[in-house]
């Protein structure tokens, strides 16, 4: 009997707080942030000037089952000639966090919270993160207002920015608005006890699904991964649960994916210097254009992403189920997203290429990762007319070091995820997969399986791959406590 039979979830706990500090990043909080959190005993909500009371709007938040961290609520409200205003309200984290505390400095060296399969390392203390700091339910709170004016087609007509006091009217679930939505599930009970509620998210709906056309219309891509996650039965994993996007998750994303443009570009028209969240133009492009040609597509030889959508939009309408896996293989060749630091009159600071957005930031989620608290204090200035609280070699420093961390927190939840999938593929050794080519570089060839999604590295049989290559392989060997999975292809 293996080792891994027993204790599933402690083995992973274990694992997880070695790879924080093997990757330089702290499991716990320091002696300071515990003395000063056990300071803090209420949340900010008084002594604040200029500040809106926006208590009567119907709120609500959507988010997993479980999250009681939560950083925004959602509303709309219908406007003249069948424009809407979709408001977004954002935690007011900084209202109790301060630049330079001892609970700052913590959140600074991490950037952001892990979420490993076992374990949540929180970027702030629970107290904060799930309580004081949270937007939750039926709590009066600080939060940052971004209000955008959508026309009929999902254009922006206006925008403004300010501070409020919200209330939370209902904590929703994504699964469960989604089906309700979908007319495949009764409406949340949450929806019976607020008057108009469900109107609201009605609206909400409808705008955020004209909000994504309008922004595919403009080249913003139509990507569709796996995100998957252990199910524990207990202590015990049993089995690797994927989440599936619905309609309630594009409401969200839709909305935050406008306020983080309307942020960027707000600090912008003040003269304000800023962090941008930029995708940059893929240095791989000719991969992409083989993968399209080998579906039968034709891009252009510079990079499109108008048709690049077109493709995408193609194959999701001719083969749904390894739409996907296509995805995952377009995501990779455009490469990853980095913080830059944007000062007043910059002209050259790349966009972001799979939002075709030429201004967007990460401000949402002042909660769970750093940039957006800095964003939240760069922003809290600007409404204000108050000095910006970061010097240009500050920002600079802290874009290049959150973009690092964001790969290292990424490392370590990936890590941890491989453990949990090795040990619900230990006993398999010998089996053949269907998988398809994610990485493909001088260090190493790695693969995803078909089913379940795991990916591991290809020792056995690599050369001439590359990425988006489907292939046949074996399972030959796993490593619990290294997260290794490795497979030979298939003659």
Not at 174 to 203: Q, T
Not at 267 to 280: D, G
Not at 345 to 370: E, K, M, Q, V
Request: net charge negative; with cysteine.
């Amino acid at each position: 009997m293996s080792l891994t039979d027993y204790g599933h979830r402690s083995i992973l706990r274990a694992i997880a707080r070695r790879a924080m500090i093997d990757k330089g990043l702290l499991p716990d909080f320091s002696h300071e942030a515990i003395a000063e959190l056990a300071g803090i005993k209420m949340p900010a909500i008084t002594d604040v000037e200029n500040v809106r009371d926006l208590r009567n709007i119907l709120w609500a938040s959507i988010d997993n089952d479980d999250t009681l961290d939560i950083d925004q609520l959602t509303a709309a409200q219908a406007m003249p000639g069948d424009a809407v205003k979709i408001l977004v309200a954002v935690a007011d984290v900084d209202a109790i966090v301060r630049n330079g505390s001892a609970i700052d400095d913590h959140a600074r060296r991490n950037t952001t919270s892990v979420y490993t399969a076992a374990e949540t390392f929180p970027m702030l203390p629970e107290k904060l993160s799930t309580d004081l700091t949270s937007l939750s339910f039926s709590e009066d709170r600080l939060a940052i207002v971004v209000e955008v004016v959508i026309d009929r087609d999902g254009s922006l007509l206006a925008s403004d920015i300010y501070r409020a006091h919200v209330c939370n009217r209902a904590k929703l679930a994504y699964n469960s608005v989604a089906a309700w939505l979908e007319g495949i599930g009764n409406a949340p009970e949450a929806l019976h006890s607020v008057n108009g509620l469900d109107e609201n998210l009605r609206m909400q709906d409808s705008t955020a699904q004209i909000m994504k056309n309008y922004r595919r219309r403009q080249g913003a891509l139509s990507l569709e991964t796996v995100e998957a996650r252990p199910v524990f039965l207990g202590d015990q994993i049993r089995d690797l649960e994927v989440e599936k996007k619905n309609r309630a998750r594009t409401i969200i994303e839709e909305f935050m994916i406008a306020a983080n443009i309307v942020a960027a570009r707000y600090l912008s028209s003040k003269k304000s210097p800023s962090l941008r969240r930029a995708v940059r133009t893929p240095k791989r492009w000719e991969r992409i254009v083989e993968i399209a040609r080998e579906h039968g597509f034709e891009l252009p030889q510079k990079p499109d992403p108008v048709t690049l959508e077109e493709f995408l939009v193609k194959e999701k309408g001719t083969d749904p189920q390894r739409f996907p896996d296509l995805s995952l293989s377009i995501i990779k060749l455009i490469g990853p997203g980095e913080y830059i630091a944007d000062t007043p009159g910059d002209t050259d600071a790349p966009g972001h290429f799979g939002l075709a957005a030429a201004a967007y930031t990460h401000s949402t989620a002042p909660n769970r990762r750093y940039v957006d608290l800095v964003m939240q204090r760069l922003l809290k200035a600007a409404v204000g007319g108050t000095p910006v609280p970061y010097s240009s070699d500050e920002l600079q420093g802290l874009a290049i070091d959150c973009t690092e961390k964001e790969h290292v927190a990424d490392k370590v939840e990936r890590q941890v995820f491989k453990s949990a999938a090795a040990i619900l593929l230990e006993s398999r050794i010998g089996e053949e997969f269907n998988a398809i080519v994610t990485g493909a570089s001088p260090k190493g060839t790695w693969v995803r399986l078909a089913h379940p999604p795991v990916e591991g590295k290809l020792v056995d049989g690599f050369h001439g791959l590359d990425i988006g290559h489907r292939i046949r392989v074996q399972l030959i060997h796993t490593d619990v406590e290294s997260g290794f999975i490795d497979f030979k292809k298939v003659r």
